[in-house]
T-cell receptor
Framework: GENVEQHPSTLSVQEGDSAVIKCTYS??????FPWYKQELGKRPQLIID???NVGEKKDQRIAVTLNKTAKHFSLHITETQPEDSAVYFC????????????WGAGTKLIIKP | EAQVTQNPRYLITVTGKKLTVTCSQN?????MSWYRQDPGLGLRQIYY???????DKGDVPEGYKVSRKEKRNFPLILESPSPNQTSLYFC????????????FGPGTRLTVT
């Protein structure tokens, strides 16, 4: 079955710098890769997702890149701000069964003032 | 307002006392899931449902039951709770109309003593 590994578990960056979180997956049939953000005490919320027919997707300060050959995908946050502090989760699934997401263990992002 | 609700939000109980956590969504979503979240382990799927009367096991189904008698409701039942089921539980729903984005409930913090 699918397995998703996420690194690092904790990431501390200076406000204004960039942050990169990486995930690898094992099932080559996976073709849907969402990223969720969970603020302290809140529920996870989708921030960006990508399907395997594209290599990169951007939404303002966040972007996701996908390398299907190497089976890894990454979340990039530029010009980090205090409100970016949260736990970020990557996940993977097949598009036609994305109610069965396999989740990474999460990355706690700390933005230092 | 589109939302997923869960009740109760907090629950402290004793080993062996049956309990039910309710989940309801008002978005007419086909898919619903239950997750548990534990530190360092991310989100693990307990059960999911693809529609009314259609449910299946996720990654960690032992000790849990679910039912889907109505499209909007997906209760989680712990017949005989044990301390290792102490966790934060999230219900989520998704559907074709929302491009399969998973909408999470606010979470239920369960403590079993």
């Amino acid at each position: 079955g699918e397995n998703v590994e996420q690194h690092p578990s904790t990431l501390s960056v200076q406000e204004g710098d960039s942050a990169v979180i990486k995930c690898t997956y094992s099932d080559s049939a996976s073709n849907y890769f969402p990223w969720y953000k969970q603020e302290l005490g809140k529920r996870p919320q989708l921030i960006i997702d990508i399907r395997s027919n594209v290599g990169e997707k951007k939404d303002q300060r966040i972007a996701v890149t996908l390398n299907k050959t190497a089976k890894h995908f990454s979340l990039h946050i530029t010009e980090t701000q205090p409100e970016d502090s949260a736990v970020y989760f990557c996940a993977a699934s097949r598009w036609d069964s994305n109610y069965q997401l396999i989740w990474g263990a999460g990355t706690k992002l700390i933005i230092k003032p | 307002e589109a939302q997923v609700t869960q009740n109760p939000r907090y629950l402290i109980t004793v080993t062996g006392k049956k309990l039910t956590v309710t989940c309801s969504q008002n978005m007419n979503h086909e898919y619903m899931s239950w997750y548990r979240q534990d530190p360092g382990l991310g989100l693990r799927q307990i059960y999911y449902s693809m529609n009314v009367e259609v449910t299946d096991k996720g990654d960690v189904p032992e000790g849990y039951k679910v039912s889907r008698k109505e499209k909007r409701n997906f209760p989680l039942i712990l017949e005989s709770p044990s301390p290792n089921q102490t966790s934060l539980y999230f219900c989520a729903s998704s559907g074709q109309d929302s491009s399969y984005e998973q909408y999470f409930g606010p979470g239920t913090r369960l403590t079993v003593t």
